[in-house]
């Protein structure tokens, strides 16, 4: 008599079985199958909130470490304007500053003017005492009453051949009733290559000779101005005031 497993395909058949089921059966794993879209929103959730984790980390962090970024940003803020407004005070002031420089820049001119302006004044002063004494002087000569008379007379020269002369003519006494009306000339003794030269200013024919006409009543001031050549050197000058082609007057200055 066989047994129950005498037949050999049905033991092979139960041999395959408990295979399948027992400590040998082969290992099953169970997925479950999701769309790729969820799996792309899980992925992009997961990484926000990796990236918000990290942000409330790093903040933590300078909170902790006594840096805090609103502090920061408040803080930088407050540098922003209060830098503005120095530099608004500082465009004030350089503008405060331009505005004194330019008043006193006035001020210094004005007071430069008013120096020279006090010097002249000193000056024509000093002129009018002098005019005044020899006015004086005139008025108590002995001379012949309403003769002609040449004061103060000065030459100077500008190192460029250019010379300046000025006088005060006046009629001399004291009743002063004439007029003198003549002109004025001027001979000019000059040292030229050597040589002794005579120059009469004005020359005969000259064009500038209504510039040496002198008309005046009691006194005159007289100014002007000669050239000789540059080689030359001046040694002396006549003035002469002559009426009618009379000689009424003259006086030498020697340099």
């Given at each position: 008599?066989?047994?129950?497993?005498?037949?050999p395909?049905?033991?092979?058949?139960?041999r395959?079985?408990?295979?399948?089921?027992g400590?040998?059966?082969?290992?099953?794993?169970?997925?479950?199958?999701?769309?790729?879209?969820?799996?792309?929103?899980g992925?992009?959730?997961?990484?926000?909130?990796?990236?918000?984790?990290?942000?409330?980390i790093?903040?933590?962090?300078?909170?902790?470490?006594?840096?805090?970024?609103?502090?920061t940003?408040?803080?930088?803020?407050?540098?922003?304007?209060?830098?503005?407004?120095?530099?608004l005070?500082?465009?004030?002031?350089?503008?405060?500053?331009?505005?004194?420089?330019s008043?006193?820049?006035?001020?210094?001119?004005a007071?430069?003017q008013?120096?020279?302006?006090?010097k002249?004044l000193?000056?024509?002063?000093d002129?009018?005492?002098?005019?005044l004494?020899?006015?004086?002087?005139?008025?108590?000569?002995?001379?012949?009453?309403?003769s002609?008379?040449?004061?103060?007379?000065?030459v100077?020269a500008?190192?460029?051949?250019?010379?300046?002369?000025?006088?005060l003519?006046?009629?001399?006494g004291?009743?002063?009733e004439?007029?003198?009306?003549?002109?004025?000339?001027?001979?000019?003794?000059?040292l030229?290559?050597g040589?002794?030269?005579?120059?009469?200013?004005?020359?005969?024919?000259?064009?500038?000779?209504?510039?040496?006409?002198?008309?005046?009543?009691?006194?005159r001031?007289?100014?002007?101005?000669f050239?000789?050549?540059?080689?030359?050197?001046?040694?002396?000058?006549?003035?002469r005031?002559?009426?009618?082609?009379?000689?009424?007057?003259s006086?030498?200055?020697?340099?």
């Amino acid at each position: 008599m066989r047994g129950p497993f005498a037949n050999p395909r049905l033991a092979l058949t139960l041999r395959r079985w408990r295979g399948r089921f027992g400590i040998s059966a082969p290992r099953v794993a169970v997925r479950t199958h999701l769309p790729w879209y969820w799996r792309a929103i899980g992925a992009v959730a997961i990484l926000a909130l990796s990236l918000a984790l990290a942000g409330w980390i790093y903040d933590a962090g300078r909170r902790f470490s006594g840096v805090d970024r609103g502090a920061t940003e408040q803080e930088l803020n407050t540098l922003r304007a209060n830098s503005s407004a120095l530099e608004l005070e500082l465009a004030r002031l350089r503008s405060l500053a331009d505005a004194s420089e330019s008043k006193l820049q006035i001020e210094l001119t004005a007071q430069q003017q008013l120096t020279r302006q006090a010097k002249a004044l000193e000056e024509e002063n000093d002129r009018l005492k002098q005019d005044l004494s020899v006015f004086e002087a005139l008025a108590q000569a002995e001379e012949k009453e309403g003769s002609l008379s040449i004061n103060r007379l000065r030459v100077e020269a500008d190192g460029t051949g250019l010379y300046r002369y000025r006088m005060l003519v006046a009629i001399q006494g004291g009743k002063k009733e004439r007029e003198f009306n003549g002109s004025l000339q001027l001979a000019i003794t000059l040292l030229q290559d050597g040589k002794s030269v005579m120059m009469v200013l004005p020359s005969a024919g000259a064009s500038v000779v209504r510039d040496y006409d002198l008309k005046f009543k009691y006194f005159r001031r007289v100014e002007g101005t000669f050239k000789v050549p540059t080689a030359a050197r001046v040694r002396s000058v006549e003035v002469r005031l002559l009426q009618d082609g009379v000689l009424k007057a003259s006086k030498i200055a020697a340099m």
